[in-house]
């Protein structure tokens, strides 16, 4: 049964700045643009993303949230998978100076998440991949891996969970997923207790929007 609100003080209030007339919202210290900026306005004209990358979705800002108390070491190499815009790439290469790799499966997703990186002055390495296609060698370049809302389908659960296994074979140190509690997430999670060290809790957000979902930790045991 989900439960309350986790009893924790919040840590900083996040910034929500609407900053007038550039359509741009302020969050966790981080730029996003609105459907109305005028770059995402060219891009829609262009570019569509067809498997749920089209806007930020709300997890990631439990995501950033959960990071502010759970923090990345200064320059971890970070790898965030099913990106879409890259919110939390942005948040990582903003607060942590993490040197980030984003990856989604959309090519489509790509010019978002580069408008975005502009505005926030990060620089993010894109690339396009399914991220169960990732060689062992390839997650063995990363210390930690990062999601938002990447396990929407009941397909997606054994390829994220063998991911999370290899990654952490491979060497990664940790792996955080947040999501807004859907019955595929939490398939996941029971697998990855079955075998890993982990910590599921409850997050909740307030800000930009009231969000509640779930953040899931996993390390090697
Ligand atoms: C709901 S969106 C979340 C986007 C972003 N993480 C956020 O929180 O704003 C899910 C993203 O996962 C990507 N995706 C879905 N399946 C994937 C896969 N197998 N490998 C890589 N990316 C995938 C989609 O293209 C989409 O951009």
Same mark, same amino acid.
Not at 36 to 48: A, P, Q
Not at 99 to 117: C, K, R
Not at 128 to 152: A, M, N, P, R
């Given at each position: 049964?989900? /439960? *309350? ?22 969050? $966790? /210290? ?12 060219? =891009?829609?004209?262009?570019? &569509? ?8 979705? #709300?997890?990631?800002?439990? *995501?950033?949230? $959960?990071?502010?108390?759970?923090? !990345? ?6 790898? &965030?998978? /099913? ?5 939390? #790439? ?31 002055? +990060?620089?993010?390495?894109? *690339? ?5 296609? =990732? ?19 009941? &397909?997606?659960?054994?390829? =994220?969970?063998? =991911? ?6 491979? /060497? ?43 953040? !899931?930790? +996993?390390?090697?045991?």
């Amino acid at each position: 049964m989900r /439960g *309350l609100f986790p009893k924790r003080l919040p840590k900083t209030m996040p910034a929500v700045v609407d900053i007038a007339n550039k359509n741009l919202n302020d969050a $966790y /210290g981080i730029l996003l643009p609105t459907a109305k900026h005028k770059d995402i306005r060219k =891009l829609k004209k262009k570019h &569509e993303p067809s498997v749920h990358g089209h806007k930020t979705w #709300s997890a990631s800002f439990a *995501l950033m949230d $959960y990071l502010l108390y759970h923090p !990345l070491k200064k320059h971890s190499r970070v790898l &965030e998978i /099913g990106c879409g815009w890259g919110p939390a #790439s942005m948040f990582c290469a903003k607060h942590f100076k993490a040197q980030m790799t984003a990856l989604d499966i959309d090519p489509e997703v790509f010019p978002y998440l580069e408008v975005v990186a502009k505005i926030n002055k +990060v620089k993010v390495e894109p *690339l396009v991949s399914k991220f169960e296609k =990732l060689t062992d060698e390839q997650l063995s370049q990363f210390d930690v891996i990062i999601g938002s809302d990447i396990c929407f389908w009941d &397909e997606l659960v054994k390829p =994220l969970s063998k =991911l999370i296994d290899r990654s952490l074979a491979a /060497g990664v140190k940790r792996v955080i997923i947040t999501d807004p509690g859907r019955p595929t997430f939490y398939e996941v999670c029971g697998k990855m207790k079955k075998k890993h060290k982990t910590v599921q809790e409850d997050w909740y957000v307030m800000d930009p929007k009231f969000f509640q979902g779930d953040v !899931l930790e +996993v390390r090697a045991k």
